[in-house]
């Protein structure tokens, strides 16, 4: 796809989601991204994911590689998504740290960040502050036997009604024919 830029190709960003993903984590990990820094590049050695984890939940992981080159990076990435799937986020939504050494889907960086928040609303020792809509609480219902048992009887308008018709004398295509003395 010659002439597109990259973002449009492996996922469309979206700045105002990506300025709210900021926002929560300066304000989870009480320091603000390096000025002058763009979004991606501030995360990409994996440092402040670690320490926003560390801040949801103490001690998750031991060791932050402060220095070193790109191993070192990768590193934090692999402790930060071990962190993240300790800490409740399903493994669908985490992005795979060579999008974010690479630059090629931070959309997907985004949306791990709002699992992190989704996930944060399920620890009650976190209070604040949040991110995204609180997911929704599982509702369940409780039948009797006898209302189970009502349900049984009926068939549901949707499956649709054959009036009686039945399937009988009905003929495709051409029918066997046996040869016998061949």
């Not at 031991?62 to 990768?74: F, L, P, Q, R, W």
């Not at 989704?118 to 369940?140: M, V």
Request: with cysteine; charged share 25%.
């Amino acid at each position: 796809m010659p002439g597109r830029p990259l973002w449009q190709v492996a996922g469309k960003r979206e700045p105002e989601q990506e300025a709210e993903a900021q926002s929560w984590i300066e304000h989870v990990i009480g320091e603000r991204f390096p000025p002058g820094v763009n979004y991606e590049d501030a995360l990409r050695d994996g440092i402040i994911f670690c320490k926003l984890m560390n801040k949801l939940q103490p001690g998750i992981i031991s060791k932050i590689n402060i220095s070193g080159g790109d191993y070192k990076m990768m590193d934090n990435l692999n402790q930060f998504q071990k962190a993240c799937i300790k800490y409740g986020v399903p493994d669908v939504d985490l992005f795979q740290a060579v999008d974010l050494m690479e630059r090629k889907n931070i959309a997907l960086v985004t949306n791990t960040i709002f699992a992190i928040g989704r996930a944060a609303y399920k620890h009650p020792e976190w209070r604040g502050p949040w991110l995204g809509p609180k997911p929704a609480e599982e509702n369940k219902r409780y039948f009797t036997e006898d209302q189970l048992r009502a349900g049984e009887g009926l068939i549901g308008l949707q499956a649709g009604s054959n009036k009686g018709a039945t399937q009988s004398g009905q003929n495709f295509g051409a029918s066997r024919k046996i040869l016998l003395g061949k």
